[in-house]
């Protein structure tokens, strides 16, 4: 059995939260292993799918504070940029539109790629592992995906 098991999530890991080269296949730069890994269907067991908690619905987009205050220094240092809390706005506006949660919205952009993709998340609670359950029936709306994607 064979899988990889680099960073991939809706939250684009900006620059490395641990130290010591952890991979990630986010962002424009990583384009190439993202479709490397469509085309081939090489398993990929994505960690912090929800950026060590940045897609929890601890905090709003709006409130930079907030998710200094709700995030570790590890998704502080790796996902805490413009680019992911425009990508939480947005995920948001999602969520509100479908009555789920932000975490739902992030694990189906990631359950819904094309990739042979599995997710490592974890939840703080049973109530959020019963929420985080509605992502097998979410379904994007027609070019809901593709927005999350294009920020």
């Known amino acids: ?29 990583e384009a190439a292993a993202r479709a490397w890994y469509r085309e081939t269907r090489m398993p990929l067991l994505a960690y912090s799918s929800l950026g060590r908690g940045f897609f929890s619905g601890r905090f709003k987009s709006s409130d930079i504070e907030g998710a200094r205050k709700a995030l570790d220094e590890f998704a502080r240092r790796g996902y805490l940029f413009d680019a992911n809390l425009k990508r939480l706005a947005r995920a948001e506006e999602i969520a509100a539109a479908h009555g789920v949660s932000v975490a739902t919205v992030a694990m189906a952009y990631l359950l819904t790629d094309a ?14 592992i019963l929420e985080n ?8 709306a027609p070019g809901e995906r593709e927005s999350l994607a294009e920020l």
């Open 1 to 29: 059995m064979s899988i990889s098991s680099p960073h991939y999530g809706l939250a684009e890991q900006v620059q490395d939260p641990f130290g010591g080269g952890c991979v990630t296949v986010t962002g424009e730069a």
């Open 115 to 128: 990739m042979n993709t599995l997710a490592v998340a974890s939840m703080s609670s049973a109530r959020r």
């Open 133 to 140: 359950r509605k992502v097998f029936d979410f379904q994007f």
